[in-house]
């Protein structure tokens, strides 16, 4: 029903409609928008979803920065550039969660351009070249000035040392304390004891949810679940708080629920780690190719409870809350 909004204005160019960048693809297939843009990275957003962007592009304090860097968090994080099978279909209440987020610090922002960096370093003392024009939004940056002043700044602080290319854009190499920062980043969020369960709020589902709480317990973890009726801020924010304080986060998307599809991508943008997990009646079912993330697809409790408790020690080792 609102496809009509949609094409008048999307369809004609291959702009994106969060930043207006040209971008490399944009498709529109039945209810949905896919666009790879060089600045926004990889996305999938529905109708109403493209709808709501384009009527932000209209207000006159631009907020779609935000957007950008929820959508490139996800690219760059997440799934790697080369990379293009995953796109979850973004809806406009997702958007609408998305621009409620506070900001992040100008302490975070430092830190996410660091790490940002690393990730395009192969090696300690490679030097790598930064294109702020299309890169801000990986620090929640407004613009290219304000990049531009946060790689200064780490610049000043030691945590990298600031070059420039013959094109005149900048380039760096993290120094021996930018890596020791990251290391020290790391750690912090290692301590956590917290494992969030993203999942369907549904009666039918207390059965797997007592099995993925038994799960994390035997790992050595704390179950961290919001027992929510409907999303108001105001559990947003708790929510978007408990995520943070959290090491890992379990994403359960039987039922194919919006909210969890967005808790698991706002835990990646904070670079860690997500267990997929999903019951085998509704895997057909889900949104993008989760295959190569290694979904944990289970039939019944008892295998849920035992492959997820594996999981998490493989890949965290065993937590620190005595079992
Ligand atoms: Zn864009």
């Not at 990275?41 to 907020?63: H, P």
């Not at 293009?84 to 987020?101: A, G």
């Not at 090491?247 to 904070?270: I, K, N, S």
């Not at 993008?288 to 849920?304: A, G, K, P, S, W």
């Amino acid at each position: 029903m609102y496809r009509g909004f949609q094409l008048d204005r999307a369809t004609p160019d291959k702009h994106c409609p969060v930043c207006h960048a040209e971008c490399s693809e944009r498709y529109i297939n039945p209810g949905y928008t896919q666009i790879i843009c060089p600045i926004c990275g990889k996305f999938s957003a529905g109708d109403m979803a493209v709808y709501f962007i384009t009527s932000l592009n209209d207000q006159k304090d631009n907020i779609s920065y935000k957007l950008s860097h929820f959508f490139r968090s996800l690219s760059e994080r997440a799934f790697g550039k080369s990379d293009s099978s995953l796109f979850p279909i973004y809806s406009h209440e997702d958007l609408k969660r998305v621009l409620n987020t506070p900001d992040p610090s100008v302490r975070e922002k430092l830190l996410m351009l660091l790490q940002y960096i690393a990730s395009l370093s192969n090696y300690p003392g490679q030097i790598v070249g930064l294109q702020p024009a299309n890169d801000y939004p990986v620090l929640c940056a407004k613009n290219r000035a304000e990049t531009d002043f946060y790689i200064q700044a780490l610049g000043k602080d030691g945590m990298i040392l600031v070059g420039k290319t013959e094109g005149g854009e900048p380039n760096c190499t993290i120094t021996t304390r930018g890596w020791q920062e990251l290391e020290k980043a790391e750690q912090s969020g290692a301590d956590s004891p917290n494992g969030f369960i993203a999942m369907w709020f549904d009666p039918t589902q207390n059965p797997m949810r007592d099995a993925i709480k038994s799960a994390i317990i035997a790992a050595g973890y704390q179950p961290i679940r919001i027992d929510e009726v409907e999303h108001t801020n105001k559990i947003d924010d708790e929510i978007l708080a408990k995520i943070r304080q959290s090491r890992f986060l379990v994403a359960d998307f039987t039922g194919q629920r919006h909210g969890v599809y967005f808790e698991a991508g706002f835990m990646l943008g904070l670079g860690r780690t997500v267990i997929w997990i999903c019951s085998k009646s509704d895997f057909a079912d889900v949104h993008f190719d989760t295959r190569q993330y290694n979904t944990i697809v289970y039939e019944n409790t008892d295998e849920l409870k035992t492959r997820l408790q594996f999981r998490i020690e493989a890949i965290l080792g065993k937590g620190p809350i005595p079992t």
